[in-house]
C-alpha cells in the first residue's frame, strides 16, 4: 500500500526499542561518557527514558537539565550534567554552548574568534559569568552537594591579543 512506509516509521517509533536508543543517544551527547560523580547512572538513564518514552519537548528536557539544583531527590537525575562536570565554569560554559547553543566559543576563550566575527571572547565570559555565580553546596567534594548561587556574579578577561592588557568585566545580575 502507498502508506507502508509511513505505518512501519510509525511502528518503529513507538517501539521500545527506539526508546531505548533515543535515550542512549541523549546520554552519549551530553554527557560524553563521563563517569559517574554525583549522579548514579542508572538514575540519569532512568530519566531519559522516561523523557524518551513521555515524548517530552527537547526544549522541556533541556531546561529540566539546566535549572535543576539537585537539591529534590526525585528530580535530581536531570542535574547530572551540571553536578557530574562539577559545576566547574569553563568546562559548563564550552560544553553548553556547544552541545545546546551549537556554537563551539571555546576558542573566544583566550580571543575573539580571528575568522568568525560573531564568536567574541565577552560572549565566552558572559555565558560564564552566570555559571560563575554558581557553586556545590556545602562542598564540591560531597557526594550529595547541590547547586547553590551567589546573589552576582562577575568575570574579567583580557584577551590574548590586548597589547595594553585591558581587563574587561562580565556581569550578571
Known amino acids: 500500500t502507498p502508506s507502508k512506509r509511513t505505518a512501519l516509521v510509525q511502528n518503529l517509533l513507538k517501539s521500545p526499542e527506539h526508546v531505548r536508543h533515543l535515550a542512549q543517544v541523549f546520554d552519549v551527547m551530553l554527557m560524553e561518557r563521563r563517569g559517574d560523580a554525583k549522579v548514579p547512572r542508572a538514575a ?56 545546546f547553543l ?41 557526594p550529595t552537594a547541590v547547586i547553590a548561587e551567589k546573589a552576582t556574579g562577575e568575570v574579567s578577561f583580557v584577551s590574548v591579543f590586548d597589547p595594553k592588557k585591558v581587563a574587561t568585566v562580565s556581569y550578571t545580575h
Do not use: M
Open 44 to 99: 540519569w538513564e532512568s530519566f531519559l527514558h522516561a523523557s524518551v518514552s513521555a515524548n517530552k519537548p527537547y526544549d522541556q528536557l533541556i531546561r529540566e537539565i539546566l535549572s535543576n539544583d539537585g537539591a529534590d531527590p526525585k528530580t535530581r537525575p536531570a542535574a547530572k550534567f551540571l553536578l557530574d562536570r562539577g559545576l566547574e565554569p569553563t568546562t559548563v560554559t564550552r560544553d553548553i554552548s556547544r552541545i
Open 102 to 142: 551549537g556554537r563551539n566559543i571555546q576558542c573566544a576563550q583566550c580571543h575573539d574568534h580571528p575568522s568568525v566575527d560573531d564568536f567574541k571572547q565577552e560572549e565566552f565570559y558572559s555565558l560564564q559569568a552566570f555559571y560563575n555565580r554558581a557553586f556545590l553546596f556545602p562542598t564540591p567534594e560531597a
